[in-house]
C-alpha cells in the first residue's frame, strides 16, 4: 500500500507545470505563468505534503471499499496482455481501451513501473503514440483491440455484457464489434469535466453496451 502511495505522491511532486502534467517534456525549475489556474504558479519544492495527503486519502479510500465490498469477494490484478493472458470467469466486462497513437502509458507512468517493481513491456502496447496513427498504424490498433475482446469473450458467459468506454472520432469501434462478434445494443453519451493538462474543447467518451 505504501508503495501505491509513494507512487502517487511522486507523480503530483513531478516538476512540471499545472497545465502539463500528461506530456512534460523538462522539469520546470522557477515560477512560470499557468495557462491551467491564470496567474503565476511554483514548481513543487517539496513532496512531503503530497505524501501525507495521499497516506491519509489511501486510508480513507481502503476503509470506504471495505465497507462495500462484498464479503468473500477478491480482486486480483493481472499485468499481462489482454489479447493473450488466460482470464478465468466472468458475468461481464468493462473496459476503458487505450485510443490510438494518443499515450505511452509505460512512458507516462514510468515512475509507477519503477516504484512498483512491474516489467517493462511497452513493445506489447496496443495503439501506443509512439506507433504514430499511419493507416498501417490503425490496423494494427484494431487487429489488437479485436484479438483483447476475442480473448475476452472466451472467460463470458453467453449473452454476457461487454461495455467499453471510447472517444471514438474515427469511427473504428463499428467495425472492431463486428470483426470481434459483438453487437452494438446501446450508445451511452458520457461528458468528461475533470481531466489533467490542457487541452482544446469539450471532451465526451461513449460508452458503448455491446453483447
Ligand atoms: C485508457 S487506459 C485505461 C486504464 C484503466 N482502465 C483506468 O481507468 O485507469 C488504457 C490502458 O490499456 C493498457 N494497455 C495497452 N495495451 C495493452 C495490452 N496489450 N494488454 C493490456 N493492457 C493494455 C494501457 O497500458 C492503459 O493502462
Known sequence: M????LARAARSARRTTHFDLDFPREPQLEPYWCHKHRRECRPVETSAQFLRRYTLDTLARL????HLRARGR?????????????LGRFDGVLTSPPYPGLIDYHEQHRYAYELLGLDDRREREVGAAAAGTSRPAL?????????????????LR??????IVVND?????PEILERAGLRLEERLRRHVNRRTGRRAGEFFEDVLIAR
Open 2 to 5: 505504501l508503495r501505491v502511495v
Open 63 to 66: 476503509r470506504e471499499f471495505a
Open 74 to 86: 477478491t480482486a486480483t490484478v493481472i499485468h499481462g496482455d489482454v489479447r493473450e493472458q488466460e
Open 139 to 155: 490496423a494494427a490498433y484494431s487487429d489488437g483491440i479485436v484479438a483483447a475482446l476475442v480473448n475476452a469473450k472466451h472467460s
Open 158 to 163: 453467453r449473452g454476457a455484457p461487454v461495455l
Open 169 to 173: 472520432r474515427r469511427d473504428l469501434y
